[in-house]
């Protein structure tokens, strides 16, 4: 009779059964790869709400909060499994060499026999267990803190796109408004020079009019420059592809229309992100300081086993005969002196969450005092804003009339040079403080707990 063909055979279905899953699982496996190497999205013409939408999508902070949500909730779900019941089986099998001999009345004695093998298979289930009752118990307050933590992640993430995002279009506003006063100046180096060459003025006016022409052009190269650095700096924050291009769209008047800002709002610091992670912090650590007064429960658990002996000198008879036996264990465990250990613990427990008050607290001072100064800066940048938006209209008035007045040899050429300066300089203050007023508004957003994601 042949004892080792039925290990045998159930060997090789094993291992048909690990080839066939392997076998089925590659398929998907290699197109997660792929799917995951997969080039990213690129956007056209993007505006605001694009750009932060796609950052809160491809940043790699959101992917690894994400992941991080996902990894928790993997862990109180092998926390809560230590609820159900724990089966177990296990298998042995012995070959004496030399049998143990004993001296018993003066005799030695073999005690045993030459080949043993076992299979024993358990059965335990825990009725109270606090580490099991406390993962029971915060299960909802764990995944709401990482999902909070990716939520503080977003709101980061999308208050500095935003801001990154003005910053490039105000250097991009400078850029254009640096090719508009190249054509202005180029045409008025031509005037410069033709008056020149008919004797109506001199060569300072044709000389003045090539160094304006040449420092306009040279600040157009370096704003052309810093804009590359700041559009990779928004890509960068966005998740973007590097060897891809990216270009925002942006509608001037449509930012105007946004500036505006309910400036009568009071700080709630209950609506920001933050106070919610201190709250789930606190909700946790009093569950904490509950689990350590539990230390003063016993522990109680069930147990049982089957086992299945065999014992035999011949190894072609050994399952032959099996000589089994059970038993059923109730366990209770109470540990009654531990040097004070559960008291310190539990005083601990209580400082910890005194502690957190006191965050809380700070935060809430924190807020109120981010919330003055993002309301002063907003309310400073605006009224710097309506400021320069009046000069722009001024400096293109006073220009107009220099420059006519030039063309009629009223004025000097230096005078029209000058307007110039300044309605350029306005223009771009003008651009400046739009976008730092946009900025602004968002801090006080931020400060209101309004740009929660």
Not at 412 to 431: F, K, W
Request: glycine content about 4%.
């Amino acid at each position: 009779m042949n004892y080792w063909s039925k290990p045998q055979k159930t060997m090789r279905l094993a291992l048909s059964s690990a080839f066939l899953l392997f076998v089925s699982f590659c398929p998907v496996f290699a197109q997660d790869i792929r799917e995951g190497t997969k080039d990213a999205p690129t956007l056209q013409n993007a505006t605001l709400p694009e750009v932060v939408d796609y950052a809160l999508k491809h940043q790699p902070v959101i992917q690894q909060s994400l992941i991080d949500e996902r990894i928790t909730d993997e862990q109180v779900r092998s926390r809560l499994a230590d609820w159900y019941p724990q089966i177990s089986a296990n298998y042995n099998l012995q070959h004496n060499f030399i049998v143990q001999t004993s001296i018993i009345a003066g005799n030695p004695v073999k005690l045993g026999v030459k080949n043993i093998s076992s299979a024993q298979f358990t059965l335990s289930q825990q009725i109270f267990n606090r580490d099991v009752l406390l993962a029971n118990r915060t299960r909802r307050d764990v995944l709401l803190q990482a999902s909070q933590n990716t939520s503080y992640n977003k709101t980061d993430i999308a208050v500095n796109v935003s801001k990154a995002f003005y910053d490039v279009l105000a250097t991009s506003q400078q850029i254009d408004v640096a090719e508009e006063d190249i054509v202005r100046l180029e045409r008025s180096l031509r005037d410069a020079e033709n008056q020149y060459k008919a004797g109506v003025a001199d060569k300072i006016d044709f000389k003045r009019a090539t160094i304006s022409l040449n420092n306009t052009k040279a600040n157009k190269k370096a704003n052309e420059e810093i804009l590359k650095a700041k559009t990779e700096y928004l890509k960068t924050l966005m998740g973007y592809p590097v060897d891809q291009a990216l270009e925002i769209s942006y509608d001037t008047l449509q930012m105007e229309r946004e500036i505006t800002l309910d400036t009568l709002q009071t700080a709630d610091f209950t609506g920001r992100i933050e106070y919610q992670l201190l709250a789930t912090q606190k909700k946790l650590l009093e569950a904490n300081l509950q689990y350590n007064k539990w230390s003063y429960l016993p522990n109680l658990s069930l147990n049982g086993a089957y086992n299945l002996n065999f014992q035999n000198n011949q190894f072609s008879e050994l399952y032959g005969t099996n000589y089994p036996n059970s038993f059923g264990l109730f366990t209770l465990s109470l540990p009654l002196y531990q040097g004070g250990k559960r008291k310190a613990n539990t005083r601990q427990a209580e400082w910890q969450i005194k502690r957190v008050d006191w965050d809380i607290k700070g935060l809430q001072m924190n807020v109120n005092s981010e919330y003055a100064t993002a309301l002063a800066n907003y309310k400073g940048n605006l009224t710097n804003l309506l400021a320069q938006k009046e000069n722009v209209d001024l400096a293109r008035e006073v220009y107009d009339v220099l420059q006519l007045q030039y063309k009629s040899g009223i004025k000097t050429y230096l005078e029209v040079v000058t307007s110039e300066t300044d309605l350029r300089l306005a223009r771009i203050s003008y651009y400046n403080a739009l976008y730092q007023v946009l900025a602004s508004k968002i801090d006080v957003q931020r400060a209101l707990g309004q740009m929660n994601y």
